[in-house]
């Protein structure tokens, strides 16, 4: 079985104006994902701004999370570290505190080789039972897993099982299915290619879309996988205006801003992080006021 199949919403990290985890606003924000019907839930990802947090913060964040979900939808805990030693502290806690999935990002600034990629994602897998999703996004990272990489990982360590693609390479998505085929599960990590990644074998999207509009991606990907491949490229081709505009700052700046806008108190984002220039907060609500959703 899949870790998930359909939408995994990248839930943001709400905070407080003095900077701290709002965990209240944190719970609110995933029972609302639970009823817009989300998929599955990854906590401390990118868009939870994990870069931010403490050790103690990350840990705690899942713990709660995990909690607040008591087993309705997966939760994918984001454990991925550019130091093996760290990731691997990181993917055990989570295991501890009752995560179902990891997902790892590739090594940041280091920029690992391929082998050293193979070294760093064999160790934390060898740390841990929990099954594992690479996530490959080199514009973030400078570090881009190879599809030859990918296959290699899944094939050969029990635990791998899938990969969270945000290369935006459509060949190299391509490829990985290609030399990997069923023993990779495969997710899109661009809410703007869901339906061309599901198009090659791909499962869902682990979405910063749906932290806005969630039963809208949950629908969008289960159209597809239930064989409406015309209304999910419909909702796809819907969806672009408002896709980007949440990613015209970097994310997750604008999907902050929309639901701050939304009045689901997000709160403020952690330094180096800034508030949304007004030109492309206007952007943004125009966007989701097309799609329907109500802005205050």
């Given amino acids: 079985m899949p870790v998930f199949k359909g939408s995994a919403v990248a839930i943001v990290t709400p905070m407080k104006a003095n900077g701290e985890v709002n965990y209240e606003k944190l719970g609110e924000l995933i029972e609302m994902q639970i009823a817009g019907e989300t998929d599955a839930i990854v906590i401390c990802g ?46 055990q806690e989570a295991e501890k505190c009752g995560a179902d999935a990891l997902l790892l990002v590739s090594p940041y600034y280091n920029k690992a080789t391929q082998k050293g990629l193979i070294r760093h994602y064999t160790a934390i897998a060898d740390s841990v039972t929990l099954p594992i999703i690479l996530y490959n ?17 899944v094939k050969n360590v029990k635990n791998i099982v899938g990969v969270k693609e945000a290369s935006g390479n459509i060949s190299q998505i391509a490829r990985v299915k290609q030399l990997a085929g069923d023993d990779v599960e495969l997710y899109s990590g661009n809410d703007d290619q869901v339906v061309p990644i599901m198009s090659l074998g791909g499962l869902g999207v682990i979405s910063v879309l749906a932290n806005v509009a969630p039963k809208f991606t949950h629908e969008m990907a289960w159209k597809y996988l239930a064989g409406d491949v015309k209304g999910s490229c419909e909702m796809q081709l819907k969806a672009l205006p408002l896709v980007e505009a949440l990613f015209c700052e970097v994310n997750p700046i604008p999907v902050k801003a929309a639901l701050n806008l ?10 180096p992080l800034y508030e949304m220039e007004p030109a492309n907060q206007e952007k943004l609500k125009k966007a989701m006021l097309d799609m329907g959703i109500a802005c205050e």
């Fill in 46 to 91: 990118t868009t939870g701004e994990s870069s931010t947090l403490s050790h103690e913060e990350h840990i705690d964040v899942i713990r709660y999370c995990v909690e607040k979900v008591a087993k309705r939808v997966p939760v994918i805990a984001g454990t991925g570290s550019n130091s093996t030693e760290t990731a691997i502290y990181l993917s």
């Fill in 137 to 153: 996004v080199p514009s973030r990272t400078g570090c881009n897993i190879l599809p030859e990489t990918v296959a290699h990982l």
């Fill in 262 to 271: 939304m009045g689901l108190e997000a709160g403020p984002l952690r330094p």
